[in-house]
């Protein structure tokens, strides 16, 4: 980015192993956009000048350096330091060609690296006698290459099945078989790039709803404010009460089952949770043996506990720092109801010459922060 600004942006491709994209290439860099979602695959779009004479238009683009598959990584540097922003592949590519001077443009598009583990169907693989945290990091271990590591929390509830009663198989691809075992068990799955780049951790387990929060996202107090608006909604209608049945083998008599408390998977973040209004009954937990279906009970009151919704807009230069998603930060200045801490849901990072800005929204259980103050 612009050298007068203390925002440096890198860029590095490559087939499998990534390098310093050339001189000219980051120079005929016009803009970045990253888009990091909780639940969502992450993605980016780069927009390059394609000069008739160009490196780019010349030699790379004909050559493949742009093709689908090619490996991107983006990393920024503020205030000295790294925050690895993507680690990604490209999957479309589009030309726009004018005759206008200087209005020709490259725009390549891509997904975060679990579009690799989404290209190959795989049908009937079994894992006897394996629970779903070793199944996950097994499936995880097959990307080594990419310098993927795992990082998998055992399940909260054990579900390791004896093979003489029953053995799990895989259908599907690697990563819907991912999300689906993370899903069953209120769980997460998604692929953190960094600490370096080139390196990355596959996490699956429960969302990241503890530790010490990001700087504040500060409204309304004058010269220490850091962001210009916050919008805050309340959903009443967002919680729903689980419904589900478990059959006693001995008797085939069934069982209501109770509903599990969500603060073992979400440490609370507001003093006033929303009610749950509604009752949905999940299907087929009768079929399923107690412990899958207290699993996935479980799982059904995590998916539904945020009714507290935030979103904004913030300068990087101004706030000193880059927000970062699936983590907490505190609010403050948006007063008694809605400062405190929240969950960083999603984040988009849009960066251009001497501008770096990103759209951010936030979510939390309820109303009224646990704690007096955040950490500023």
Not at 216 to 233: E, K, P, W, Y
Request: charged share 20%.
């Amino acid at each position: 980015m612009d050298d007068v600004t203390p925002i440096r942006l890198t860029l590095l491709m490559g087939p499998q192993i990534v390098a310093p994209a050339p001189r000219p290439v980051t120079d005929a860099l016009l803009s970045a956009q990253v888009t990091v979602t909780a639940g969502q695959r992450s993605g980016f779009q780069l927009s390059f000048d394609l000069s008739r004479d160009g490196l780019i238009n010349r030699d790379l683009l004909p050559g493949g350096a742009f093709d689908p598959q090619v490996r991107v990584v983006l990393a920024v540097t503020v205030r000295g330091t790294v925050t690895v922003l993507m680690d990604g592949v490209i999957t479309r590519q589009e030309v726009g060609v004018s005759s206008a001077p200087g209005r020709s443009t490259l725009t390549v598009t891509g997904e975060d690296l679990t579009v690799l583990m989404d290209l190959e169907e795989r049908a009937g693989v079994p894992y006897p006698a394996m629970g779903p945290a070793a199944r996950v990091a097994a499936i995880i271990d097959g990307y080594a290459q990419y310098g993927i590591t795992p990082l998998v929390i055992p399940e909260l509830i054990p579900q390791t099945p004896m093979p003489t009663r029953r053995i799990d198989f895989q259908k599907g691809t690697d990563l819907a078989y991912l999300n689906e075992l993370a899903k069953a068990n209120g769980y997460v799955f998604y692929l953190d790039p960094g600490p370096a780049p080139g390196v990355s951790r596959g996490y699956w387990g429960p969302e990241t709803r503890i530790g010490v929060p990001q700087h504040a996202l500060t409204v309304t107090m004058d010269h220490l404010s850091t962001v210009d608006q916050l919008t805050f909604g309340f959903d009443g209608t967002a919680r729903e009460e689980p419904v589900a049945r478990v059959q006693i083998p001995a008797t085939k008599t069934d069982v209501l089952l109770p509903v599990p408390e969500v603060g073992v998977l979400r440490p609370p973040l507001a003093r006033r949770p929303a009610p749950a209004l509604k009752k949905r009954v999940i299907a087929d937990t009768a079929k399923k043996d107690a412990a899958q279906a207290f699993a996935e009970t479980l799982a059904k009151v995590v998916e539904s506990s945020d009714a507290v919704s935030g979103s904004g807009r913030l300068d990087v230069t101004r706030y000193g720092h880059v927000l970062r998603p699936r983590e907490l930060v505190g609010v403050r200045g948006a007063g008694l109801t809605y400062d405190g801490e929240y969950y960083v849901k999603s984040v988009t990072h849009e960066l251009r010459r001497g501008s770096y800005t990103q759209d951010f929204t936030l979510a939390r259980e309820g109303l009224v922060a646990l704690r007096p103050a955040v950490v500023p």
